[in-house]
């Protein structure tokens, strides 16, 4: 059984945010919710500035917080090292929220897309009205409903659940990679199986000083930042006496 991991590599993350906008494409993820997402930090003093980008998701953590604290089993644990999340289980307690360390667990506090719901145009016998564009071109829901997402969990989490990032579990079981991944133009994310010990992320584990967030805590999180990105520049010299 393989043992999942991913590497981001911050020298080539370039914030364009392509691995958010694919996760929500691929997952149906709601608006306000981001599975995969980014902490942007701006470095230096005008004008020697730089944004410095962080990506985020689930750590899927291999001694979780969010599974032990579930009633309900709900958030679970696979054997190939994912943390998952039954939305038929969930009670909407939210216990694993609180439990998470890393605040990637999201609650659905009312009915999700309900925009494509709406019945209003915008302009009046000028526009459709989402309800009537979503019919036009065989929407379920919402235009762009992935359908894949509904073999291994809820194609749309519904209100008074929480979601999160799956790695992609549909995908994996095919032996593809999470969207994130594939979708991303600079190859900064790098998925594999940590037991391969000739897998690419054990060799840039190997290679690169790796760190992980909130490591202190002991949750052994399976996401893996190695480098850091530098754009900075300086006048080539030997120096002087």
């Known amino acids: 059984m ?6 981001i590599d911050l020298q080539r993350c370039v914030g ?12 149906n993820v709601s608006e306000g919710i981001y599975w995969s997402h980014k902490r942007t930090e701006t470095v230096g003093t005008f004008p020697n500035v730089r944004f410095h980008y962080l990506p985020t998701l689930c750590n899927h953590c291999e001694n979780a917080p969010c ?20 939305s038929k289980k969930c009670i909407g307690c939210r216990y ?12 659905n506090w009312k009915d999700p897309h309900s925009f494509w ?14 309800v009537e564009e979503n019919r036009a071109v065989g929407g379920k829901i919402m235009p762009y409903y992935n359908p ?5 969990f809820s194609g749309i989490r519904p209100k008074g659940v929480v979601e999160k990032c799956t790695f992609c579990d549909h995908r994996v079981k095919k032996g593809k990679l999470p969207r994130c991944v594939e ?3 600079a190859d900064a994310r790098i998925f594999g199986d940590l037991d391969d010990p000739k897998s690419d992320v054990n060799k840039l584990i190997g290679k690169f000083r790796p760190f992980r967030l909130k490591e202190s805590l002991g949750t052994k999180p399976k996401v893996f930042y190695i480098r850091d990105f530098s754009s900075a520049s300086y006048p080539k010299t030997k120096g002087g006496i």
């Open 2 to 7: 393989s043992r999942y991991a991913m590497v």
């Open 96 to 107: 694993c929220m609180i439990n998470c360390p890393y605040g990637v667990i999201h609650f």
């Open 16 to 27: 364009c945010s392509s691995c958010s906008i694919s996760c929500r494409t691929e997952n």
């Open 183 to 185: 979708s991303c133009p």
């Open 67 to 86: 599974v032990r604290g579930c009633p309900t089993n709900a958030m679970h644990k696979l054997d190939n090292g994912i943390t998952m999340h039954d």
């Open 117 to 130: 719901r709406g019945k209003e145009a915008v302009l009046k016998g000028g526009t459709s009205s989402p």
């Open 148 to 152: 894949e997402r509904e073999e291994t």
